[in-house]
């Protein structure tokens, strides 16, 4: 055996030695075995890069940043302190240098460089590793994580690079026609020289892609519905205009489709053309895996660039929480005609997989940076005149995110997040710990507090009775299903309104948790909210199924129309003998499984802050494990917050956790923003 060939033996068995310890997963290190396999001769840097890379990819980031590795890997890596000797010992044996790094992975049959460091891109040959990035910044990845970022790039670059002819008097006409006239003359300064609703319509009309970035409140889905009238009203055959709505889950979907009729109903009157017609000819919003054709035991989609989706435009709502792999999906699945409209908070949490498409998107957009040519297009049909804050820096470079930020309009004004949940949340995502603090303890309306105790116990009883200021619990659906259908007239009409009622009532409030695990995690709470919901006899838990139970379902199922995220109630049929089903509220829609045909669910009084994304609850209570949990970031407090409506209570294993989330911004590794 070479002296290479046993220092990357040894250097496996401490990787797997590192899984043992749970600072690496079983994968992370099965990746580098799996690589010494396919190259006995493979050096010791190549294993710890790619076992480093796998553990990143299942952290949410779509690749390895190279710059920092050989220097400060903790730093990246956010181990426990225990760590810090071990790591240091083996990087020890490693390239002391980025260069010698570089060179190592280089040297590498499996690894394919395309960086700006080779002279000549290797061809593709089937290497599961790729050297990317830039001078500045090289990034290793697997191989299909990085054909999906060139995939989504070259879409983008497509998508914005060509803009269409527009009418700007008619577009004019329209755009005065549907949005109501700028209240008053405010002085001209940044926040109120421009209506960013109005104006993101007007880019949309110009190219096949539009990212409209917003707030809670700030009007995201106001500003779609008046765009797609905008579009029917200048649609050569608006007769034909074919529109699909879509969102990463079936809640989310639900509330955009509902959001976009009420919008359009209201613009019917004023609108002067068959805005009805058109919504009713628009179909259900889906999911976006039922609407890319999502099949069973695959990740291949049913629609692709092979046999591409028959629409004109699209709409995807919740654009945070799509990752790389779904939005190469998207955008391949997509006519060069299409016109595609990403609508998100760009400071919500990231999706779970990996990718932060619309983060990377919405780069820099807090500061605009419109060129000459679309504040002038931006003049000519809205009527408003962009303030120089907002505009690019003369001869600034021309690139993918520079061409992005003309087809990119944040919404900067809340309607609905005025009081003191969104003063939170703005205070949260300013990372002002300080101020947050101050806010939580000293409402005096009680529509936020943070909890003194710190105990599972005041997580449990909040849940069952809810809190003074916040009476809103699981109590109140419960208390409906106990009451049941009403007796008289039609019995189907009674078992529906009371299903629907029921369900309903249990999106009132919601436990939104940080993590699955410990005492502090859902699945912990959800026995003990179940526990104690059966002590005070609301619920009578026999077996996995009962009356009352909410389930989640979590993997998605097309034969029985379920997705990921969904929620339903377990009720009785409307026949009493028949077996009991799950019903799922879609906006007005009802429709239910047979509990039997759903093995892949979870009961559901406790949630993650990811699973929650795109649902809102008149009371919502975060709960936040020990301070020094990896999970606790600024966005995912952020996101929690904005789950609310009415009320919002914190809840913190320890005092401190709130403040060691808010300094703690996600930053996720990607060649998209480079």
């Known amino acids: 055996m070479s002296t290479d060939t046993h ?74 302190p225990d760590a810090q000797l071990p790591v240091q010992q083996l990087w020890q044996t490693l390239p002391a240098s980025l260069e010698q790094w570089l060179d190592a992975l280089r040297s590498s049959t499996l690894v394919r460089c395309m960086d700006v460091h080779t002279a000549a891109p290797q061809t593709e040959q089937g290497q599961p590793l790729v050297l990317a990035g830039t001078v500045d910044a090289p990034m290793l990845y697997l191989r299909r994580y990085w054909l999906q970022e060139q995939q989504v790039a070259q879409a983008l670059v497509q998508r914005t690079a060509v803009h269409t002819v527009v009418d700007e008097a008619a577009a004019r006409h329209w755009l005065d026609r549907l949005f109501d006239p700028v209240p008053g003359t405010p002085p001209p300064t940044p926040e109120h020289d421009m209506d960013w609703q109005k104006m993101a319509c007007a880019v949309a009309l110009r190219a096949k892609l539009t990212v409209i970035t917003g707030g809670p409140g700030t009007g995201k889905t106001y500003t779609a519905a008046r765009l797609l009238a905008l579009l029917y009203a200048t649609a050569p055959q608006p007769q034909h205009l074919r529109v699909a709505l879509a969102a990463p889950t079936g809640k989310a979907a639900a509330r955009l489709r509902q959001s976009i009729d009420g919008a359009l109903q209201e613009l019917n009157a004023r609108a002067g053309v068959d805005l009805a017609a058109f919504s009713q000819r628009m179909g259900a919003a889906r999911t976006l895996h039922s609407l890319l054709g999502a099949r069973t035991h695959t990740r291949q989609f049913r629609f692709h660039a092979g046999n591409p989706l028959d629409v004109d435009v699209v709409i995807v709502d919740e654009a945070s929480m799509v990752h790389l792999e779904m939005m190469a999906a998207l955008l391949a699945a997509l006519p060069s005609g299409a016109t595609l409209i990403l609508l998100g908070d760009k400071d919500q949490l990231a999706s779970v997989e990996a990718g932060a498409v619309l983060g990377d998107l919405c780069r820099g957009v807090g500061q605009a940076q419109y060129d000459a040519n679309t504040a002038r297009y931006a003049q000519a049909l809205t009527g408003c005149t962009l303030h120089p804050q907002w505009l690019a820096r003369p001869n600034a470079p021309a690139d993918l995110l520079s061409a992005l930020a003309q087809q990119t309009v944040m919404l900067r004004h809340s309607r609905r997040f005025g009081g003191q949940i969104g003063q939170l949340a703005l205070a949260v995502n300013a990372g002002d710990a300080a101020l947050a603090t101050q806010i939580l303890a000293h409402d005096p309306s009680g529509a936020v507090m943070a909890s003194a105790a710190h105990q599972v116990q005041a997580v449990v009883q909040l849940a069952v009775q809810g809190r003074a200021g916040a009476p809103t619990c699981y109590a109140d659906y419960l208390r409906l299903v106990q009451a049941g259908p009403a007796s008289s007239g039609d019995a189907q009409a009674a078992h529906t309104t009371w299903v629907t009622s029921v369900l309903r009532a249990f999106d009132r409030f919601r436990l939104v948790c940080a993590v699955h695990d410990g005492e502090w995690g859902t699945r912990n709470l959800n026995l003990a909210v179940q526990q104690a919901l059966a002590d005070a006899g609301w619920i009578k838990p026999r077996g996995e199924w009962f009356v009352g139970r909410p389930a989640m379902v979590t993997r998605n199922d097309a034969e029985l129309g379920v997705f990921n995220g969904d929620v339903g109630i377990t009720l009785p049929a409307l026949d009493p003998s028949a077996a009991l089903r799950v019903y799922f509220l879609d906006g007005d829609s009802l429709r239910s499984v047979a509990s039997s045909r759903l093995p892949q669910v979870e009961t559901a009084f406790a949630m993650t802050v990811h699973k929650c994304q795109g649902s809102e609850f008149l009371h919502t209570a975060l709960v936040l494990p020990a301070a020094d949990a990896r999970v606790l970031t600024r966005e995912l407090v952020y996101t929690g917050i904005t789950r609310a409506r009415e009320s919002f209570t914190l809840l913190q294993a320890q005092p401190g956790a709130l403040q060691a989330a808010i300094g703690r911004p996600t930053q996720r590794a990607s060649g998209l923003a480079v």
């Open 7 to 80: 220092t990357a033996s040894m250097v496996l068995d401490t990787l797997r030695h590192w899984s043992d310890l749970g600072w690496l997963r079983r994968l992370d290190s099965a990746m580098a075995a799996l690589l010494l396999e396919l190259d006995p001769q493979a050096n010791p840097a190549l294993l710890v890069s790619a076992a480093l890379l796998v553990h990143m990819e299942g952290r949410g980031h779509t690749c390895l940043p190279l710059k920092v590795l050989p220097t400060q890997p903790q730093a990246m890596l956010d181990w426990p």
